[in-house]
Each structure stands twice: as C-alpha cells, then as structure tokens.
C-alpha cells in the first residue's frame, strides 16, 4: 500500500485542527457533539474538493447501519478518525469490527486510525496489540494507528504496524 492518499488525509485534518482548538480536549456530551461535529463537516469539506471520487465519505457498511469515515478503494483502506481512541471505552472495538464487516461489502486491506496524542502507545498495550495482531491473522486487515499532535507534521514515523 502507498501512503499518498493517508498522508493527504493527514495534512488535511492537520490543516483543520488549529480552527478546532477543542480537538484534543474531551468536553463531554452536548458541546463536546458540537465541537467534534463541526470538525467533521470541516473535514469532510476539504476531503471532497481534495479526493473527489477516489474518496468515499461515510461510505456505507452494508445495510447496517454503520459507515467508515473515509475510505480509499484504489488503496483498499479506511481511515477513522478517532481521536479518544486511547481511551478504555473508545472507538477502537467498533471501528475494527466495522472494518471486518466492510470487508463483506468491498475490499478492505487497511484500516487506519488517526487519533489524539497517546493514541500509539495505548494500542501497544498487551490487549490491543493482540487484537491488532488476530485481526491482521485471521481477517487479513493490516491495521495502523497514527498520533494527530499540534506539533507533528510527520506524524506518520509514528505508526503502530502489525507484524505481517
């Protein structure tokens, strides 16, 4: 897989993050939907003129329900962003088990996680890891997590890779 479309992904949301000071503060229910709310819509607006067609915005998981945030069919790759992902009760379990259905639907080979600082090293904790690590085993989904910071264009040094 080529990181071209993942590192524009990423220089787009780092264009993003400083109109959204709120980015990497957790403000709870109420506010905290309307921060993260309007951070979205922002992004998705700079992906569409940017991608056009080579990205899919909330592309559809079947008749589930459920949507990935993006989605690179030429790369077979979804990106979510999820900035608690460090956190216990995150998005991390959905995201993953949202990716492994998708892969019913269309292909999937990579799925991304761009999150808040400490999103990394949370996800080489002995329980991600091994989820991480069965996930890449058993369903063939490589998985990589990347730390979104205020300070780090290169953040994509930073990933967390699977051992396959």
């Given at each position: 897989m080529t990181?071209?479309?993942?590192?524009?992904?990423?220089?787009?949301?780092?264009?993003?993050?400083?109109?959204?000071?709120?980015?990497?503060?957790?403000?709870g229910a109420g506010q905290g939907n309307k921060d993260s709310n309007a951070?979205?819509?922002?992004?998705?607006?700079?992906?569409?003129?940017?991608?056009?067609e080579n990205c899919k915005?909330?592309?559809?998981?079947?008749?589930?329900?459920?949507?990935?945030d993006y989605y690179f069919p030429d790369d077979?790759?979804?990106?979510?962003?999820?900035?608690?992902?460090?956190?216990?009760?995150?998005?991390?379990?959905?995201?993953?088990?949202?990716?492994?259905?998708?892969?019913?639907?269309?292909?999937?080979?990579?799925?991304?996680?761009?999150?808040?600082?400490g999103s990394k090293a949370a996800c080489e904790r002995p329980a991600r890891r091994a989820i991480i690590d069965w996930v890449e085993a058993e369903h063939d989904i490589h998985i990589k997590v990347y730390d979104i910071t205020t300070s780090s264009i290169d953040v994509l040094t930073g990933m967390v890779e699977g051992k396959g």
């Amino acid at each position: 897989m080529t990181f071209s479309n993942v590192e524009a992904l990423l220089k787009l949301i780092h264009e993003v993050v400083p109109n959204h000071p709120t980015f990497f503060q957790t403000i709870g229910a109420g506010q905290g939907n309307k921060d993260s709310n309007a951070f979205v819509k922002a992004v998705q607006s700079q992906v569409a003129a940017f991608f056009g067609e080579n990205c899919k915005i909330e592309q559809k998981v079947g008749d589930s329900g459920m949507a990935v945030d993006y989605y690179f069919p030429d790369d077979k790759t979804i990106v979510e962003v999820a900035r608690l992902v460090k956190n216990p009760n995150s998005e991390f379990h959905k995201d993953i088990l949202k990716a492994m259905l998708a892969k019913s639907y269309f292909e999937v080979e990579h799925l991304i996680f761009f999150g808040g600082p400490g999103s990394k090293a949370a996800c080489e904790r002995p329980a991600r890891r091994a989820i991480i690590d069965w996930v890449e085993a058993e369903h063939d989904i490589h998985i990589k997590v990347y730390d979104i910071t205020t300070s780090s264009i290169d953040v994509l040094t930073g990933m967390v890779e699977g051992k396959g």
